[in-house]
Each structure stands twice: as C-alpha cells, then as structure tokens.
C-alpha cells in the first residue's frame, strides 16, 4: 500500500475569477481634506510645562482622569465590601 498524501497535489480551479489587486495598481485619491493636527498635537504634548502627557488637554483630561480614579477606587471599595460580606457565615 505505502504512504498516499493527504492533500491532493494537483492545482485546484479558481474559485473566484478575479485576480487581487495590490495597493499599488489601486488610484490615488485624497479622501480626508481636513486639516493635518498632528504638528499641533506634537508641539502641544512635547511642551515642558511638567504636567504628564494624559493631562495636557486641560479640563477635559482631569475630569476624565478624576471620574477614572473615583469609579477605581469606589470598585476597590465595593469588592473588598463584598468579600468581607461573604467571608462571614449566615445567621440561622
């Protein structure tokens, strides 16, 4: 008998006509006309002012950092609540 392949090793049909076509072949088209904000974005992030980079923006940043630490601490709370609540045997 001997070993047969598995795989059959002949070259099967396309199954889709079409060819794929590369990134090269396809037309160059400006989609986005908005104006560029990186270079404004660098300038501000990489200012030396000593406030760290998630805070930079002003008001936006600290009331979206505070509300982050208050919901992280309140859920440290709220677990080791609950894991005291049930580390204690029931009253029958």
Do not use: W
């Not at 396309?14 to 037309?27: C, E, N, R």
């Amino acid at each position: 008998q001997g070993l047969k392949p598995i795989v059959s090793t002949e070259s099967t049909a396309q199954i889709f006509g079409t060819t794929t076509k590369l990134a090269s072949d396809l037309p160059a088209t400006d989609s986005f006309l908005g104006k560029n904000k990186v270079p404004d974005l660098q300038k501000l992030f990489q200012k030396a002012d000593g406030l760290p980079v998630h805070l930079k923006r002003g008001v936006p940043d600290k009331l979206l950092y505070r509300t982050t630490m208050a919901l992280t601490i309140g859920g440290t709370i709220y677990c080791l609540v609950a894991l005291y609540m049930a580390s204690q045997p029931r009253n029958q």
